[in-house]
């Protein structure tokens, strides 16, 4: 499967932006889909995820109760919306599908299939 991320950009401190990733082809099963982080000079870090049915979602404490992860039916587009945004949410975010288990992994290495990311930008 292929994926399209796409709605970063630049935003003030508190404000809000939405992401999108768009799979495209054929993952052969089912596939949990998730959003990771990697900031200048720091390593990737999970963000979000979200199960194949869109019933089961993780989230990173640093994003809990700002960010949420959803899924279209037709289970081809994730969306991160991200609000009450900070300085420190800086960084460029990476969509990435994974077909292991059926829970959504936390943990990059379990995702075999990666965006090409999009940038983030939240000025103080």
């Known amino acids: 499967v292929q994926l399209q991320a796409s709605g970063g950009g630049l935003v003030q401190a508190g404000g809000s932006l939405r992401l999108s990733c768009l799979a495209s082809g054929r993952a052969g099963s089912r596939y949990s889909m998730g959003w990771f982080r990697q900031a200048p000079g720091k390593e990737r870090e999970f963000v979000a995820a979200i199960s194949w049915s869109a019933g089961i979602t993780n989230y990173a404490d640093s994003v809990k109760g700002r960010f949420t992860i959803s899924r279209d039916n037709a289970k081809t587009t994730s969306h991160l919306q991200m609000n009450s945004l900070k300085p420190e949410d800086t960084a460029v975010y990476y969509c990435?599908?994974?077909?292991?288990?059926?829970?959504?992994?936390?943990?990059?290495?379990?995702?075999?299939?990666w965006g090409q990311g999009t940038q983030v930008t939240v000025s103080s």
């Open positions: 990435a599908a994974s077909t292991i288990g059926s829970m959504p992994p936390m943990r990059g290495e379990l995702y075999r299939n």
